[in-house]
């Protein structure tokens, strides 16, 4: 119930997370940093439902004009107890397709046919690596891979080199606290409604991959994956000859600590390949060590193995040069 943490966040945010891609949130999330009733408001959330892109975007499903932040802080005060109440009932769940870019460059490194289980799915977009156009950049060279209306378009720097092939994924499963149905309305809403305002490429990108997880809907499975034996159970149901490959993408940051250092002792007892796009910081499961100050962007590893460098979105991928 400390105003000033929410402050300090929206602070942050405002300063280091959405200049460059989205004017109206960098406004919004100034005002908030310098308004002590509209945080004295968000206070009461527990921290993962008062995330900046979790208020901002329930606000906007509620009704908030996008606009200046005098307009949308009224429309929050005078809507404080239902945009409280909903924000209980939501976390972030940024289903970014765009990080099937460097998944498929760990993926090229596990032999298939693969079972493909993503742990944190929300509609499932990143269990579709197969099924999505790709457009690898090597300054004016462009390598491309595969077809369909999902077009990610991803930066080679360093040297990095652009996969030959697809993976084999003959099987494809989720899980996630709240799992999203690309065919329901109001689930697809709420996908939609977490990319920013002024993300035209990202909504049309999101948009198509909704459309294809909707035609083929992977399996997906309301829990918690650090719980013991949710994960193993889930494992176990993937087909006896693929390689199951388990997908932590940038879901870590939003597990507790301890449970997550929990689930990733049980991925690595799990007889499965394990691919994650996360944060340097978020555990210590790197082999070789990295330097997570030095670190730039996220990891791509593979059984904590680093790959390389990414963008936290999937936007670019360099060496993974700088060690401990």
Do not use: K
């Amino acid at each position: 119930m400390d105003p000033d943490d929410v402050r300090a966040r929206y602070a942050r945010f405002a300063r280091d997370e959405a200049p460059g891609r989205s004017e109206v949130y960098a406004e919004w999330a100034a005002g908030v940093a310098d308004d002590a009733g509209i945080a004295l408001i968000l206070a009461g959330l527990p921290s993962p439902h008062r995330q900046p892109p979790v208020v901002f975007a329930v606000t906007r499903m509620l009704g908030a004009p996008v606009g200046d932040y005098p307009g949308w802080a009224r429309f929050v005060r005078e809507n404080a107890e239902r945009i409280v109440d909903e924000c209980r009932a939501r976390t972030t769940q940024t289903n970014e397709p765009l990080r099937c870019a460097p998944l498929v460059i760990a993926l090229e490194r596990v032999r298939g046919p693969i079972a493909l289980i993503e742990v944190g799915a929300s509609a499932g977009l990143c269990l579709f690596p197969d099924r999505y156009a790709y457009r690898f950049r090597t300054g004016d060279d462009v390598i491309q891979l595969g077809g369909g209306p999902v077009r990610l378009d991803c930066e080679l720097r360093g040297g990095i080199r652009a996969p030959r092939r697809l993976p084999d994924i003959v099987w494809r499963a989720g899980i996630d606290l709240q799992p999203r149905d690309a065919r329901d309305g109001d689930d697809r809403a709420w996908i939609e409604g977490l990319v920013w305002p002024g993300e035209t490429e990202r909504e049309a990108r999101i948009g198509a991959a909704l459309d294809i997880a909707a035609a083929d809907p992977p399996l997906l499975i309301a829990g918690d994956a650090t719980e013991p034996g949710v994960l193993a159970d889930l494992v176990a149901r993937a087909p006896a000859d693929a390689t199951v490959g388990i997908t932590t993408p940038g879901v870590l940051p939003h597990i507790p600590r301890a449970a997550r250092t929990r689930l990733i002792d049980e991925i690595r007892r799990l007889p499965a390949r394990w691919i994650t796009i996360d944060g340097p910081g978020l555990h210590d499961a790197w082999a070789p060590p990295i330097d997570a100050d030095a670190w730039d962007g996220f990891v791509l590893a593979l059984d904590g193995r680093p790959i390389s460098a990414v963008d936290p979105l999937g936007g670019w991928t360099a060496p993974a040069s700088t060690s401990a």
